[in-house]
């Protein structure tokens, strides 16, 4: 173990932000010169709060099987090199998790019974930014080469970490990606102050010098079929995620100014990468409203701070969640509770318990308002609060309501793959789809789930793959496609 009384005399310490004055003015991440630099004159000791436990149940929260308790006794003996060989055994991109991962992890460590839980997340990503700095990150590139050739379609964490597992193995492996720049949701879906792009990039770098291809730019499905993309290849990996959005169909959805998150944050996302963006959907001047109070309605509310909103206004469906663990999540689960992102720090109104009933246009069609009424749950049941209903200002509505599944038309069509009940991609226990050759990894498969699921089943995929193309493998599969996360 680490210090055996450091969970006894030192307290769970945090790297302390930007001031928000400051940050609210640029794109960089929140954290001076970066969270793992921000981070070094605290990670010590707080590597050192990680007990002896004698079943580590950070283990059970992380999917990837991280062996965190290995990795904080290394930090806290400063052995960086060892923590990094220990930390790259079981995750191909901490520097992802790191900054990114809502911790699981963190809500199942053993200290949290009682105690304020390990900053694992943040030791995790010292680590890596550390490892990077110090040029002990190099490219792994085979031994030998196998002869077979695989494609990845997808490039956000689930199909990259596929990639770099198969390649490492000695295949040869292309990736595709529709869009102009590989990452996926990496790229442009996740804001600047977030993950700056650089850690994506350089990552990258390292995929390309062990021989990974990159295709960007190539729409599978549209410009190059399933069926040739299936015949040019001995093995196909599925990976184009969740991206079908929800969307609300109320009265005035038809308005001017009525955007899904998804549509507004790659432009944003671009422009403040130095990129044109015509027609960009801004939030300068307006009353922005955002309908959803998760991750991705953090993002929008921290994308229209920096652009300047007039006023922006979170809504969310369920009531406020409790500052503490509630009593129907105990521990290890991982818990329903009141979070402040950077985001929140910064700026805007969060509205709990409340639907949208319908959208108020102007004369010119645009969206001017939005009604919406107080709700509560009984017998199961929302219902609305009689004599509730009210309107709020809205010039920009931007949906963050989450995603339904893959997108059907195209390359799962051409591939007559099976669909499970709730329309994703449906796989065999080896994470094979219906037709012979063809597998799935990631949102498209779980549906709509956390970065550290994506890596995970990206991983295990792999081993199937391998496998297949073989006959057998020695990489890991740290899930199966029907594991979850524990919940009571």
Avoid at 355 to 378: M, Y
Avoid at 385 to 391: A, D, K, N, T, Y
Wanted: with cysteine; aromatic share 6%.
């Amino acid at each position: 173990m680490a210090d055996p009384k450091g969970f006894l005399k030192d307290g769970r310490e945090v790297a302390t932000r930007r001031p928000v004055e400051e940050r609210v003015e640029d794109w960089n991440e929140v954290y001076p010169d970066g969270i793992g630099r921000a981070l070094l004159p605290i990670i010590t000791p707080q590597a050192g709060r990680c007990m002896d436990c004698g079943i580590p149940f950070c283990h059970q929260g992380c999917p990837l099987g991280n062996i965190i308790p290995e990795w904080n006794d290394l930090v806290w003996r400063d052995d960086w090199e060892g923590a990094i060989e220990r930390l790259h055994a079981t995750n191909n991109f901490p520097e992802f998790t790191g900054r990114l991962c809502p911790a699981p992890c963190e809500t199942a460590c053993v200290l949290g019974i009682n105690q304020d839980p390990v900053t694992i997340k943040n030791v995790e990503v010292s680590i890596i930014d550390r490892a990077w700095e110090s040029g002990t990150v190099r490219p792994q590139p085979p031994e030998w080469l196998s002869g077979r050739t695989v494609a990845v379609v997808g490039s956000g964490p689930a199909g990259l970490a596929a990639a770099q597992q198969l390649t490492r193995a000695g295949h040869t492996v292309a990736v595709y990606e529709r869009a102009d720049k590989i990452g996926g949701l990496l790229r442009y879906g996740i804001p600047e102050f977030k993950m700056e792009k650089k850690h994506l990039d350089r990552r990258l770098d390292q995929m390309r010098r062990e021989g990974t291809v990159f295709r960007a730019g190539v729409d599978v499905g549209g410009t190059l079929t399933g069926d040739k993309l299936a015949d040019r290849y001995d093995a196909v990996v599925l990976a184009t995620g969740s991206t079908v959005a929800r969307d609300l169909e109320v009265e005035g959805r038809e308005l001017s100014g009525i955007h899904q998150a998804m549509d507004f944050l790659p432009q944003a996302n671009r422009v403040a990468l130095g990129e044109s963006v015509e027609d960009q959907v801004v939030a300068e001047g307006k009353h922005v409203v955002i309908i959803g109070g998760g991750d991705t309605g953090a993002d929008c509310l921290g994308t229209s701070t920096r652009q300047k909103a007039a006023s922006i206004t979170q809504l969310e469906i369920m009531p406020e969640p409790p500052g503490t663990r509630p009593e129907g999540q105990p521990w290890p689960t991982y818990p329903m509770t009141f979070r402040v992102s950077s985001a929140h720090e910064e700026a805007g109104e969060r509205v709990y318990g409340v639907s949208t009933k319908r959208f108020v246009g102007d004369d010119d069609g645009h969206v001017r308002a939005l009604e919406l009424v107080d709700v509560t749950f009984e017998d199961g049941r929302l219902q609305e609060v009689e004599g509730s209903s009210r309107e709020i200002p809205a010039d920009l509505v931007l949906f963050a309501m989450g995603f339904t599944g893959p997108e059907k038309e195209g390359l799962v069509e051409q591939l007559e793959l099976d669909l499970d009940e709730r329309g994703n991609v449906q796989r065999d226990a080896s994470y094979a789809s219906s037709r012979p050759g063809v597998f799935v990894a990631g949102d498209c498969g779980r549906g709509q789930s956390l970065i550290v699921w994506a890596i995970a089943e990206g991983r295990a995929a792999a081993s199937y793959v391998d496998a297949f193309l073989t006959g057998e493998t020695a990489l890991p599969a740290p899930v199966k496609p029907t594991d979850r996360p524990l919940t009571v």
